[in-house]
């Protein structure tokens, strides 16, 4: 018998999601991929850091090096 499967779709937004990535080389630009707005970041000892403020549905931070 098949099995019936419920799909929520209320996306629940998130807010300040703070990234921090190791990387070998400071990056040159973070950036938001869709709206292309630079984010702000720091970069100490091989760690760059930096929050995304509102994000309803979907995001992603591009890290240029």
């Given at each position: 018998?098949?099995?019936k499967?419920?799909?929520l779709?209320?996306?629940v937004?998130?807010?300040?999601?703070?990234?921090?990535?190791?990387?070998p080389?400071?990056?040159?630009?973070?950036?938001?991929?869709?709206?292309?707005?630079?984010?702000?970041?720091?970069?100490?000892?091989g760690?760059?850091?930096?929050?995304?403020g509102?994000?309803d549905?979907?995001?992603?931070?591009?890290?240029?090096?």
């Open positions: 018998a098949a099995q499967i419920e799909i779709e209320d996306a937004p998130l807010a300040e999601v703070h990234c921090a990535l190791r990387l080389a400071k990056p040159k630009r973070v950036w938001l991929g869709a709206s292309e707005k630079d984010v702000p970041y720091t970069w100490k000892e760690r760059v850091e930096f929050t995304l509102l994000i549905v979907h995001e992603v931070a591009v890290i240029e090096s």
